[in-house]
């Protein structure tokens, strides 16, 4: 790549990344600094187009970031009304009381939102402070200063050759430069990864974990409907398979959010997720809401769930890991856009701090202890165990004993455990000869949809004459070994259907892609590398 000639522009801080975490960042340092040059580069076609997310918002980021934004004609207006949790048996189901639940599990406060629709006004905050936004602008490359220090990266890469190489119609994009980079590309971000690798942020850290979610809006009968309802389930369809559960959440317009969260530590590799959530729908408590209205959209990504034991340093030579990026999310909540906000905030005061005093380049490690020391750490903190249980132990262990470790953290402050993670999730896989196949019911075409019904609702779109953005380090082993091993799993896995085993060939239908980057995190060969495609490109989502 050296010898590619290319613009650079220069900025104080450069931004990767339109989401909660980045937005947050950039408004905080305009409130701070109106006259520093601020950019953020969004891969999405349009600000929110990759956003999604449940989601019921925590405030409390938003609060401390933008205290009037009620007065602001912020699309944050379905206040949480009931709370409701169930154990689900095949036929019938359990409700938890609440007052059983920690305090911290209370949604008391909250708010149903499209995370989507937050971010794009977010954005116009943003702006209207002065920062330049640049959707449809993937960022492919890190450029690395004279001390190895993250200087900047390659943005706006358009068509690239067949395989890959550059050729006459090539634009080679630009080197956007800063005094520091912010990396807040949300879950397993292509350039997170490689910095996270090249500066050994990971090395005092547990393994990461992760889930899949995918979530489906539906239009439901007004009959049925009710605003502000927020209800999460665990047990069937799942069972001993696999941890996770499922959300369901009514906003506004008799709209509901259907979800449903994997954990991909799972054993079995004839695990299918998708269809494990598709089965989902048919039990009667949620087949009787949804009967008679439609799915309007449909999408998937992965969700880090390591928590604090899985936190890698978060400040790196030239700039910081936010959000996502570095795993903030509060499992037992299924929250983590208020840590992403948080993080952006206190990212963008280590940096404001920093050029004041005129420094470049170097660790924000007032950034890092921020995060550890401060809301977002303690959030983390209080909630460590309840997935280590979780992986290690089973759902109830979960729920008895990480619900009394909960109640210890909320009543003295502190607990005597302190559990870590083992595997990675692609480590967790098992062989298929010691697994039973898993035979799943045939979509009805009414409740449940098969992938590629479901895809189109994602409105995901690809440049098909590019090379795909999924990379195989080595072609051979899908078949020589993914296939007679683990029965390659990727068949599964993905909520996409981009993998295929067809004639004994391993097919990769990168267009179905919608950026979930589960297919990275589950490999149990790790064999496959998910780069981002040219700008623009992916998942359009509406208002996820």
Not at 194 to 207: H, R
Not at 336 to 358: D, Q, R, T, V
Not at 401 to 406: K, Q, R
């Amino acid at each position: 790549m050296a010898e590619i000639e290319r613009e650079s522009m220069e900025y104080d801080v450069v931004i990767v990344g339109a989401g909660p975490a980045g937005l947050s960042a950039a408004i905080r340092l305009k409130q701070l600094d109106a006259d520093l040059n601020v950019v953020v580069l969004e891969k999405g076609s349009e600000v929110g187009a990759h956003i999604l997310s449940g989601a019921v918002l925590d405030p409390s980021g938003l609060d401390a970031l933008l205290p009037d934004w009620r007065n602001m004609d912020a699309p944050i207006n379905v206040p949480v009304t009931s709370d409701n949790f169930y154990m689900l048996g095949e036929a019938g189901q359990v409700r938890i009381p609440n007052f059983v639940m920690p305090p911290l599990m209370s949604n008391h406060g909250t708010y149903i939102v499209s995370m989507a629709n937050v971010c794009r006004w977010m954005a116009e905050q943003a702006e209207g402070m002065g920062v330049e936004i640049f959707p449809g602008m993937a960022c492919s490359d890190i450029v690395y200063g004279e001390n190895g220090e993250v200087k900047g990266v390659v943005a706006g890469v358009f068509g690239l050759e067949a395989d890959g190489s550059y050729g006459e119609n090539t634009e080679p994009g630009m080197e956007l430069h800063g005094k520091y980079v912010f990396l807040s590309e949300g879950v397993r971000g292509s350039l997170s990864k490689q910095v996270i690798e090249k500066f050994d942020l990971a090395k005092d850290a547990s393994p990461q974990k992760y889930g899949l979610g995918m979530k489906e809006i539906w239009e439901i009968d007004p009959a049925k409907h009710k605003e502000g309802t927020v209800t999460h389930t665990m047990g069937w369809p799942l069972g001993k398979n696999a941890g996770g559960g499922s959300f369901i959440y009514h906003l506004d317009k008799n709209q509901v959010y259907v979800g449903f969260v994997v954990h991909l530590n799972y054993e079995n590799p004839h695990l299918f997720p998708y269809m494990e959530f598709q089965r989902f729908k048919h039990h009667p408590m949620v087949a009787e809401l949804l009967e008679g209205g439609k799915r309007v959209a449909y999408g998937a990504r992965a969700i880090t769930e390591g928590g604090w034991q899985s936190l890698p340093k978060t400040a790196f030579p030239g700039g910081a890991l936010l959000g996502c990026s570095a795993g903030m999310v509060n499992v037992p909540r299924i929250k983590g856009n208020h840590n992403a906000m948080l993080s952006g905030k206190a990212a963008a005061e280590a940096a404001f701090e920093a050029i004041g005093a005129g420094r470049s380049g170097d660790t924000l490690d007032g950034y890092d202890t921020e995060v550890r020391t401060g809301a977002i750490g303690k959030d983390l903190k209080r909630v460590r165990n309840v997935k280590p249980l979780w992986s290690n132990y089973g759902l109830t262990a979960s729920l008895t004993i990480g619900g009394a470790d909960m109640w210890c953290n909320n009543i003295f402050g502190t607990s005597p455990l302190n559990l870590k993670h083992g595997k990675s999730d692609a480590e967790a896989t098992g062989k298929a000869a010691d697994f039973k196949p898993i035979d799943y019911p045939k979509p009805d075409g009414k409740l449940s949809f098969d992938r590629l019904t479901n895809v189109a609702f994602s409105f995901t779109n690809h440049e098909e004459s590019q090379p795909a953005h999924l990379k195989l380090i080595d072609d051979s082993i899908p078949i020589s070994v993914n296939l007679p091993q683990y029965a390659e799993p990727a068949q599964r896995y993905c909520p996409a259907g981009v993998y295929e085993v067809v004639d004994n060939n391993f097919v990769i239908n990168f267009q179905n892609c919608v950026h979930c980057k589960t297919c990275d995190i589950k490999d149990p060969s790790q064999n496959i590398v998910w780069t981002t495609p040219q700008g623009g490109d992916g998942p359009n989502y509406p208002n996820m």
